[in-house]
């Protein structure tokens, strides 16, 4: 039973090597769907592991073994291993809690501010235009949508440029794109190795939006020069001034262009378009594999615990 419990903690050490091969395999629609279920499939194994191993060991304490009714011992292996892995189990799972509430004050605190500095400026449709010395722009969910760019990054950028820059951030409003990034955040928080997928899926949503804008303005290489010329605008502004309260208001949440590993998204946008694959491909599979594995042992050894704890209580004979 707690080998069954182990394994779901460690097979997301194998998603960091097989998350970042992903989005190169697939289309990015595909990738970021794969990234996604595959995070929530391995953070949810992680998770039912850690319960059950902390109730496990709670149950070998006599006050939770008489709160749980249990009227023979229940049948774990030696103490010594279970009250040591039980009371980790539970310091992780404090943790996990912990940095996930300190993450949703932040994000949500991020999101107010944006929303707040958008909603003091006049929006032509969905697009608001914020004076600032800053080059940026983002897409800011809720409703109504935003497009949110400032003065300085329009003024970065040729006209051609700026249609292929909103149709990107109206790309992110248009998929929901947040729901993701949210995903990705709160399943970082489960296990230290789903920070690196959090990273592939933020790549992953920039690349869909790609995609996305060459298709609305009708040319790759134009949507490829717009992202570098914004990155390298913003980059330039961030290494030579320091950050003001506006430019801090975004949260990891809300999707921007300039995100991510640009170089990676220039060269697939300057690349030709590669035609739909219909198999899925070996990387996918194999970390698809990996998080529903994790999700089965961490059922099993939860069934197998319930069971246990039914034997102890003198409702079955074990």
């Avoid at 707690?2 to 990015?28: G, M, Q």
């Avoid at 794969?34 to 709670?58: C, E, F, K, Y």
């Avoid at 170089?263 to 990387?283: E, G, N």
Wanted: proline share 7%; glycine share 6%.
């Amino acid at each position: 039973m707690i080998t069954l419990l182990v394994v779901p903690l460690l097979l997301p050490w194998a998603a960091p090597a097989l998350a970042r091969r992903v989005p190169a395999r697939c289309s990015p629609v595909a990738a970021l769907w794969a990234l996604t279920v595959s995070a929530v499939l391995l953070a949810g194994g992680t998770v039912a592991a850690l319960g059950t191993l902390t109730l496990t060991g709670l149950l070998k304490l006599p006050a939770f073994a008489a709160l749980g009714e249990l009227v023979h011992p229940l049948r774990t292996p030696s103490e010594r291993v279970v009250l040591p892995l039980a009371a980790l189990a539970a310091g992780l799972l404090t943790l996990a809690a912990l940095t996930l509430g300190l993450s949703l004050v932040r994000q949500t605190a991020g999101l107010r501010t944006a929303r707040a500095a958008a909603d003091r400026q006049p929006a032509v449709g969905d697009l608001c235009v914020i004076d600032s010395p800053r080059p940026d722009a983002y897409a800011l969910p809720g409703r109504p949508h935003r497009i949110v760019v400032t003065t300085a990054m329009l003024r970065s950028l040729d006209a051609s440029e700026r249609e292929a820059l909103f149709a990107h951030e109206r790309a992110h409003n248009a998929g929901g794109h947040h729901y993701f990034l949210a995903v990705a955040e709160l399943t970082a928080h489960c296990h230290p190795a789903l920070r690196t997928v959090r990273e592939a899926i933020r790549l992953a949503v920039e690349r869909v939006a790609d995609e996305a804008a060459a298709g609305t303005v009708g040319d790759r290489r134009l949507t490829a020069r717009a992202i570098a010329r914004a990155a390298l605008a913003t980059n330039a502004s961030t290494s030579a001034t320091a950050a003001t309260s506006q430019d801090t208001a975004r949260s990891a949440v809300t999707p921007a262009a300039t995100t991510g590993p640009v170089p990676q998204r220039v060269a697939a946008l300057m690349a030709p378009a590669r035609p739909t694959r219909r198999a899925v491909p070996w990387i996918a599979a194999l970390l698809a594999a990996c998080a529903v594995l994790s999700c089965a042992t961490a059922a099993t050894g939860a069934v197998r615990v319930h069971e246990d704890i039914e034997i102890a209580q003198g409702e079955t004979r074990g």
